[in-house]
């Protein structure tokens, strides 16, 4: 079974620009949930999607957002960077059902 | 409430000896108890994890203690490794919830010298 499959792996970026990344899940898995990891501030849970919706959302700027496709794959949006939304950010796949979630490798955004 | 606390930041160990990650709760409703791996460069691995109706649960050399009424919960390592260095966080979710959102403590970095 591959695992959860996160493009690009890196990424420089200008603030003020946007991005957008991507998290192909676990095949079966249904829930997409996205972390924010930075040194100061550790894992931080930005949002999970499951079966196209919405189901959590974690205390970040509407700035980041993410939708979740029928196939279950993830896009997360930031738009106008900032120069502290320089991280590494990371999505998990689980089943939906179950609490077990599994990592991406990570896309590390820097913004300069 | 939501916090999950993790000591020490940093760890130093012998090879062969037992390295031990502690973490505290305050939210009683957090019935599940995840330990992560991270290798620098990859992402967290799930390592091994815990529901609040056992007090310990071992796979291997790794073995989670959990302390209900304290709200505590650590992981000990048994017979360290070199290949064990990495960070390590703990993490807490509400199952209940139906949401798979984890709140991770802050991270051990653990150094297993040979």
């Known amino acids: 079974k591959a695992g959860v499959t996160q493009t690009p792996r890196y990424l420089i970026k200008t603030r003020g620009q946007q991005v957008t990344l991507s998290c192909s899940p676990i095949s079966g898995h249904r829930s997409v949930s996205w972390y924010q990891q930075t040194p100061g501030q550790g894992l931080q849970f930005l949002f999970e999607y499951f079966s196209e919706t919405q189901r959590n959302k974690g205390n970040f700027p509407g700035r980041f957002s993410g939708r979740q496709f029928s196939n279950s794959r993830s896009e997360m949006n930031v738009s106008t960077l900032e120069l502290g939304d320089s991280a590494l950010y990371l999505c998990a796949s689980s089943s939906g059902m179950s609490t077990e979630a599994f990592f991406g490798q990570g896309t590390r955004l820097t913004v300069v | 409430q939501q916090q999950v606390k993790q000591s020490p930041q940093s760890l130093i160990v012998q090879k062969g000896g037992i390295s031990i990650i502690n973490c505290a709760y305050e939210?009683?409703?957090?019935?599940?108890f995840p330990w992560y791996q991270q290798f620098p460069g990859k992402g967290p691995a799930l390592l091994i994890a815990i529901r609040p109706d056992v007090s310990e649960k071992k796979e291997g050399r790794f073995t989670i203690s959990f302390n209900k009424s304290a709200k505590q919960f650590s992981l000990h390592i048994m017979d360290s490794q070199p290949g064990d260095s990495a960070t390590y966080f703990c993490?807490?979710?509400?199952?209940?919830?139906?949401?798979?959102?984890?709140?991770f403590g802050q991270g051990t970095t653990l150094q297993v010298k040979p």
């Open positions: 939210n009683t409703a957090f019935d599940y």
């Open positions: 993490a807490a979710s509400i199952s209940s919830s139906n949401t798979g959102k984890l709140i």
